[in-house]
T-cell receptor
Framework: GAGVSQSPRYKVAKRGQDVALRCDPI?????LFWYQQALGQGPEFLTY????????KSGLPSDRFFAERPEGSVSTLKIQRTQQEDSAVYLC??????????????FGDGTRLSIL | QQPVQSPQAVILREGEDAVINCSSS?????VHWYRQKHGEAPVFLMI?????EQKGHEKISASFNEKKQQSSLYLTASQLSYSGTYFC????????FGAGTRLTVKP
């Protein structure tokens, strides 16, 4: 596809379950970002990859959150032992930018995660 | 580390102008502007780089004051389609977004 693809679009899980969210970036995009967006707020940075290397994971809220991009393309954000405060929209963005900040980010439609 | 945006919300009539401001406490490599409509992904509008280069939308202009670490987005002759939430993002090795400015354009 031409854009960033995220799946699933919606995810409902019970508290304590593990979830995995997938991001398929635009082909050839070097950088990949994950964000968490609460209702009425701006996207909050979680983590950043350049190819397969995770260069910054300072935004991950706890050690229950884990992200990977093993082949420098598709990325997965995993949340273990989910809690109600994890409910949010998780956005993925990709960019041609090798780390200079001079290229736009292209966002997927997000995964809306609801923890019951 | 997050940039601060102002105002939080703006209501306009079609054809009116608006300015949205973004300020940062850190020196910036670049400032990005995005618009998000309800339930949709943020869409790129503009990038402002150190040195004055701009990349982006034809009908939207912006400024970037490197010394003051501030940027402003100028929306002129607003259209109904301009409604949405505008976010500035500041890049300093990673991207941090402001809380957003909700713009409503009424007929």
């Amino acid at each position: 596809g031409a854009g960033v693809s995220q799946s699933p679009r919606y995810k409902v899980a019970k508290r304590g379950q593990d979830v995995a969210l997938r991001c398929d970036p635009i082909s050839g995009h070097v950088s990949l970002f994950w964000y968490q967006q609460a209702l009425g707020q701006g996207p909050e940075f979680l983590t950043y990859f350049q190819n397969e290397a995770q260069l910054d994971k300072s935004g991950l809220p706890s050690d229950r959150f884990f992200a990977e991009r093993p082949e420098g393309s598709v990325s997965t954000l995993k949340i273990q032992r989910t809690q109600q405060e994890d409910s949010a929209v998780y956005l993925c963005a990709s960019s041609l930018d090798p780390g200079s900040g001079n290229q736009p980010q292209h966002f997927g439609d997000g995964t809306r995660l609801s923890i019951l | 580390q997050q940039p601060v945006q102002s105002p939080q919300a703006v209501i306009l009539r079609e054809g009116e102008d608006a300015v949205i401001n973004c300020s940062s406490s850190k020196a910036l490599y670049s400032v990005h502007w995005y618009r998000q409509k309800h339930g949709e992904a943020p869409v790129f509008l503009m990038i402002l780089l150190k040195g004055g280069e701009q990349k982006g939308h034809e009908k939207i202009s912006a400024s970037f004051n490197e010394k003051k670490q501030q940027s402003s987005l100028y929306l002129t002759a607003s259209q109904l389609s301009y409604s949405g939430t505008y976010f500035c993002g500041t890049f300093f090795g990673d991207m941090r977004f402001g809380a957003g400015t909700r713009l409503t354009v009424k007929p």
